[in-house]
């Protein structure tokens, strides 16, 4: 383990002096080099017994837990890392999880006295997903056809041509998660290729953005689009 050099962090006071007007003098050093190596060389696994408290972890150290004890995060496995000073005790806990699923997730919760911990709080981390959007079968022609999720937001991005008419009510683009409510400002247009037309022509309609009843999609336009929504 690596260890910080006194000579080089006892000399700090105004006169260069290692006296007892030093910023950090012998004592204070020693103290700060033993809570280090706690930390760094109590990597241990915790108990076997689900009736293990995570309130009675107090001391610095790293501590894998392969179950869910007692007042720990809402999750069954993961690792805990503990940083303590006098009566102040801050917990942090990764989840073990799957790889690509939840394994990002991570809480954290402070004791700043001898008895009351805070609430856990979950970090809001979310890992980037992207993908691509199912399209009309009349749309042979596609340049763009995106999403990326972060969270429960999803942002659409596509440009598709259509090799024939599209009439009133038919799906232009599925959305690949399910919209907690309809999805507002769709800044979709249709478009000869070279100069946008306007954006009557469409709809969020029970999972799809829809060409609106009454109106037709012309054989040869362009739809191009880009829009946030939110999801379950």
């Keep these: 383990m690596a260890k910080f050099n006194k000579k080089n962090w006892l000399n700090v006071g105004d006169s260069g002096a290692n006296d007892n007007n030093s910023v950090l003098n012998k004592t204070t050093m020693n103290d700060l080099e033993n809570r280090i190596e706690a930390i760094t060389t109590t990597t241990r696994a915790s108990g076997q017994s689900s009736d293990d408290d995570m309130n009675n972890y107090t001391e610095n150290g790293i501590y894998y837990f392969p179950y869910q004890p007692k007042n720990s995060p809402p999750v069954v496995n ?116 070279q100069y946008d037309i306007g954006t009557k022509f469409f709809a969020y309609v029970a999972g799809n953005l829809t060409a609106m009843h009454g109106d037709i999609v012309p054989a040869n336009k362009w739809i191009h689009g880009s829009f946030w929504y939110v999801c379950e």
């Excluded at 990326?148 to 998660?177: C, D, M």
């Excluded at 309809?182 to 247009?189: E, T």
């Design 78 to 193: 993961g690792f805990l890392v503990v940083m303590s000073y006098n009566n102040t005790v801050k917990q942090l806990f990764f989840r073990h999880g799957t790889a690509n699923s939840n394994d990002f997730e991570t809480y954290v919760r402070t004791r700043n006295d001898a008895t009351t911990w805070s609430d856990w709080t979950k970090f809001f981390v979310e890992r980037t997903r992207t993908g691509t959007v199912t399209c009309n079968s009349a749309f042979t022609n596609i340049n763009v056809n995106k999403y990326t999720k972060v969270g429960n937001l999803v942002h659409i991005y596509f440009r598709i041509q259509a090799t024939k008419e599209i009439s009133g009510g038919q799906p232009i683009i599925t959305l690949p998660f399910k919209a907690v409510e309809n999805p507002n400002d769709l800044n979709v247009w249709i478009s000869d290729g």
